[in-house]
């Protein structure tokens, strides 16, 4: 494949007119929430200033108010800094390390989301290819995501902890329980995709049913599921965050999220948000890189 | 009226005719490939059944190149799928290869080659072809010079890496024709493969399958709407007329086998093109 037969817009690096649009949107995003931060913590800093004596000025207030130890909401660069600390500042294996956190949820992710994964593909397979299953399983997965997660995470919980299954097993089912979804509605989709003329065409080559599948459903549905994926991993990594609150977990952004709001540590919690959005981040970019893996493996186009 | 045109055609049909004794000597020691007696269909449609095929006697032999033309919804295309065992008659009998055609399915007696080219855009043109050969079970490297020499054939030596998005509709279409014989089926079906290509194309495709028919002997059942395309490639000509779907009349091509696209201006070209249009207006006549 020459280079020329590649659009430009597909090439790594091709990104120059992204930086500037991304920047901009960030400063703006930074100046509301500087504001912000003094108009919501003016009242509390205007108090305490009083207290100290009737001669302050608003230049007081403003840096009053971005300095707060426990602010209602804390100055951009606090959560920096607060996220410098506790990532770069600590070692990896302490409990206050936020990365040692970090790697708790992602952890729980990773095997909720291969939790999700499998269970999302082997239901899609039973739903394309049995056609009871089609009628019977759909409504009871459009049901099962009805229920909110925050209700059936401590039910969860608490069954599978008097089976005597604790730590990582019932957050990894939470967070599945939440990307199966995606994955299965996605594989549903695409193993259905195969043109009427595609699949004839493996009739007049009378290809068994496993060969159909391997052959033609299977890379077929390729393109319906990475959309899926991302959406899933995104939504296995809030089911791990949600299951670490229940559990009264000692560990994992959801545990860090918990003791910060016991305690008022309003930027802890704002550096675990941080984190987790960072994560979610990271975790989507994994897909998308596997995605266009696959992609050049199979000639440019999914 | 109808039934009686259609008897005809039968008669014609199940001769194999050839004007001359010898032709009819001919035609009897080649085996049938495909027998049809009596071959009909009718879709359940939710508001009234449509009698896709109706009465069809064909008989098709050995190295033919039979082409189907007719105009749209005159069963053309339900023909050769029933031939395919990709539809099932309603009723009559068909034999394929002297089997049923399900069995003729099964053995993957046939190649088929759509309207599209539908290819697999996720396979490479090689793998593309090495489909067919890859459900069949053949080893790895026998798939890969199957593939080399089939390319080669179509005129297509050096695509082997590329993908289906990279081709022209054209090339892609010959591709298709290569995924066909890549099997070395002995019948080769073909429902307006160049049905959607512009007539440059179509013309150079034309005098590229007309070779390969030449060069491999193979039966060739062919669905068009064009009567050029029709003369050019067949040695006989089935015209088909629509509601209900049947045939008119079975036209045998004496032009000889080496034709080329200037053949086309011959007045034995002209003859026999004239006779299909005539055959063609007269299904017309009883809307």
Known sequence: MTDAAIPASWKLGAREGVAVPILTVLAVVVVIWYAAAVWLNAPQVAERLDRAGPDWTAGDLVSGAWAMERPVLPAPHQIAVELYDSVIGRPVSSKRSLVYHAGVTLSATVAGFALGLAMGVALAIGIVHVRVLDRSLMPWIIASQTIPILAIAPMIVVVLGNLGFTGLLPKAIISGYLSFFPIAIGMVKGLRSPDPLQLDLMRTYSATKAQTFAKLRWPSSVTFLFPSLKIAIALALVGAIVAELPTGAQAGLGARLLAGSYYGQTIQIWAALFMSAFLAMLAVGAVGLAERGLTRYRGGRL | MVSARAAHAGDVAGDAVGDSVVAREVAAERAPVVEARDLSLVFQTPDAPVTALSGIDLTIRRGDFVSLIGPSGCGKTTLMR????????????????????????????????????????????????????????????????????????VGLKGFERKFPWQLSGGMQQRVSIARAMGFEPALLLMDEPFGALDEITRDNLNVHLLRLWEKTGITVIFVTHSIPEAVFLSSRIVVMSPRPGRILEVIDSDLPRDRDLDSRETPEFLEIAHRVRVALRAGHSYD
Do not use: C, H
Request: proline fraction near 7%; glycine fraction near 6%.
């Open chain 2, 82 to 153: 029933v031939v395919a065992d990709l539809a099932k008659p309603t009723s009559g009998t068909l034999l394929v290869n002297g089997g049923t055609a399900e069995q003729a399915r099964l053995d993957r007696s046939y190649g088929y080659v759509f309207q599209a080219p539908a290819l697999y855009p996720w396979r490479s043109i090689e793998r593309n072809i090495m489909l067919p050969l890859e459900i069949m079970g053949m080893p790895r490297a026998e798939r890969k010079e199957r593939a080399a020499r089939y390319l080669d054939l």
